[in-house]
Each structure stands twice: as C-alpha cells, then as structure tokens.
Nanobody
Framework: QVQLVESGGGLVQAGGSLRLSCAAS????????MGWYRQAPRKQRELVAT???????SYADSVKGRFTISRDNAKNTAYLQMNSLKPEDTAVYYC???????????????WGQGTQVTVSS
C-alpha cells in the first residue's frame, strides 16, 4: 500500500513563510505527478500547485509568485514553499500523487491526510 505523509504545517503571522513536505512511501514503481490542494472552512477543495514528472508546474492564480512546488525524486518527496503568506491562505493543505504501483500498469490517485496551515493577521 501507499502512504502520503505531509508535514510542515502550523501557525504563522501574515508575511511569514512555511515549507510543507509530502513523503510518498510503499510499493511505488513510478510517480507521474504530485501536487498540493487546500480546503478552507466552508469552501471546496482547490488546486494550489502541481508538478509533473517532466518538471512542468502550474499554480493557482492566488499563489503565483508566492508559492513554489518542488520535488526530490530520490526521496519520493514533494515540497511546497510558501512565502508572503496571507490570512486567506489559511486552510488544510493536502498532498496528492498520481503514481504506478510496482507490478501494476495503471495510474492511481492517492491523498495525504492533510496538514493545517493557519495565517494570523
């Protein structure tokens, strides 16, 4: 089985920074892409940033220029560097991965358990 374990969330003042990590473990053959989503109270889950296996990135307009997604392929770990944080960035942040398990030929989607990010004004 596969696990995505997030870390790095917490409480920070507006203008501050946080770095989230997402480590994928298990019988993984390859990771097609990884990304970060977030869900604020009473709102739908939204895409924050994605990174493909080829290195292409995409960001929500609201975080462009402030957030950076990256990945350490050797560690099967994705990161989200968040700078110039705003109170409206407050949400539970979820890691998402599209990957292929060892011995299989289909891509599967996996989610982490989420990590809380709270930005105070």
């Amino acid at each position: 089985q596969v696990q995505l374990v997030e870390s790095g969330g917490g409480l920070v003042q507006a203008g501050g920074s946080l770095r989230l990590s997402c480590a994928a473990s298990g019988s993984i053959f390859s990771i097609n892409g990884m990304g970060w989503y977030r869900q604020a109270p009473r709102k739908q889950r939204e895409l924050v940033a994605t990174l493909t296996s080829g290195g292409s990135t995409s960001y929500a307009d609201s975080v462009k220029g402030r957030f950076t997604i990256s990945r350490d392929n050797a560690k099967n770990t994705a990161y989200l560097q968040m700078n110039s944080l705003k109170p409206e960035d407050t949400a539970v942040y979820y890691c998402h991965a599209v990957l292929m398990l060892a011995g299989q030929s289909v891509l599967r989607h996996y989610w982490g358990q989420g990590t809380q990010v709270t930005v105070s004004s």
